[in-house]
């Protein structure tokens, strides 16, 4: 191994206390999308402390933050090195983002010991609201990442991988609009909006056989009347549809529209469809950078394990159609525990979480160096993301 990534996972062992305190601190200090003001502050803080310039409330959003190395000037090419620390709703850091959080921090305290002697530079990037809100996509659209290069995460996960498909998502509203009528006395005098709703249901229920395995659709009903003697007049419902391309989402929920125009014009009720904002882009992989991953995970003496194929949505994946990205997951739970749960949280603060911290921010840092240092492995990334769809 090159001696520079020796010194690298050095300097991360020296900082381990000082990670395992910043991981531990949002850890007890949850806070749901665009409300991390305490993580936010905490983690600038942290870097300022140790020489970095932080910049808060960046992209217009304030809970977000961007930190350079102090006294070193912008340089080509950067890496982004991003830092996820919004919790879940009543589950806390149910997916790990305190984790997530903190081997940024270590990977970019370790490589810009030697920004000096190498090409390139460096930036932290806080990204609030992964969970639903899509803080990366606001990031990304304010021009926060025009001058950098590449953008790397390490995700808490089941499985020990590179890299691994995340599947797009749309999320919208569906309305039917019917005529009230006394259910015993007039029937015929109205227009069931709840039956155009759970025919519209079943529509997409019938569809689902028919979709590629890298597809999903699943949805509620949120409003399915006010009365049982009552013919509803409005109903309503909430839908995901999720594929692993952009052209494929599109296509499937065209075929979504029109299972809910059928329904519509079956019962003679009519529809209304409201796109509800972040859509979610699938992942555009970058097969370089995972093998980049892929090498240094070996190196480290991460077993790299077998994709199982059950798939996500995430930011990261609009933010891959910007610069290439990578989001290589370590396994601190075993794999039938689930996600967004009180035990992955916990299992955070477990010995295997804190290895996992230690790992994945030695990971990150020697990446971030193979990709500074190589002029080849930065013309294949960049040749594989223009190629990439």
């Known amino acids: 191994m090159d001696q520079t990534k020796n010194l690298l996972r050095a300097e ?13 601190f949002l850890y007890n200090n949850p806070e749901t999308a665009y409300q991390e003001f305490k993580a936010c502050e905490y983690l600038s803080r942290f870097l300022e402390d140790r020489g970095f310039v932080v910049e808060r409330g960046i992209g ?8 350079r190395p102090a006294g070193l000037q912008k340089k080509r090419p950067t890496i982004a090195l991003l830092a996820e620390y919004d919790a879940l709703p009543g589950v806390g850091h149910g997916c790990g983002h305190n984790l997530i959080a903190a081997i940024s921090l270590g990977a970019a305290l370790a490589i810009s010991r030697y920004l000096k002697d190498i090409p390139g530079g ?9 969970e639903g809100g899509g803080g990366k996509i606001l990031l990304a659209e304010a021009g926060v990442f025009l001058e950098m290069d590449m953008a790397m995460m390490c995700h808490p996960g089941r499985l020990n991988l590179p890299g691994e498909e995340m599947i797009g998502r749309v999320k919208f509203k569906i309305e039917f609009f019917g005529e009230a009528a006394h259910a015993s006395v007039s029937p015929d005098q109205g227009i069931n909006a709840l039956d155009a709703i759970v025919a519209a249901y079943n529509n997409i229920n019938a569809l689902r056989q028919t979709l590629r395995p890298d597809a999903r659709i699943h949805g509620i009903i949120t409003h399915g009347g006010d009365a049982p003697n009552i013919i509803p007049k409005y109903t309503a419902g909430l839908f995901y549809v999720r594929a692993a391309t952009r052209s494929y989402m599109d296509d499937v929920f065209k075929r979504v529209e029109k299972c809910v125009a059928g329904a519509a014009l079956a019962i003679g009720a009519r529809y209304n469809i409201e796109m509800i904002q972040p859509t979610f882009d699938p ?5 370089p950078l995972e093998e980049t991953v892929r090498a240094n995970m070996e190196a480290l003496g991460i077993t790299v394990d077998r994709d199982d194929g059950r798939r996500g949505s995430s930011d990261i994946g609009n933010l891959s159609y910007y610069l290439p990205a990578i989001h290589p ?3 601190i739970v075993d794999p039938e525990v689930p996600g967004h749960s009180q035990t992955f949280a916990e299992a955070t603060m477990s010995l295997r979480g804190r290895e996992a911290l230690l790992k994945g921010a030695k990971l990150l840092a020697m990446t971030a160096y193979d990709y500074l240092t190589s002029v080849e492995l930065r013309e294949n990334v960049s040749k594989a993301f223009r190629q990439a769809e």
């Open 12 to 24: 991360v062992e020296a900082l381990s206390g000082d990670l395992l305190n910043a991981s531990e």
């Open 60 to 67: 217009g959003v304030k809970t977000a933050f961007l930190a």
């Open 122 to 130: 460096l930036s932290v990037v806080g990204t609030p609201a992964e």
């Open 283 to 287: 992942i555009k992989r970058n097969l």
């Open 329 to 331: 997951s370590l396994a």
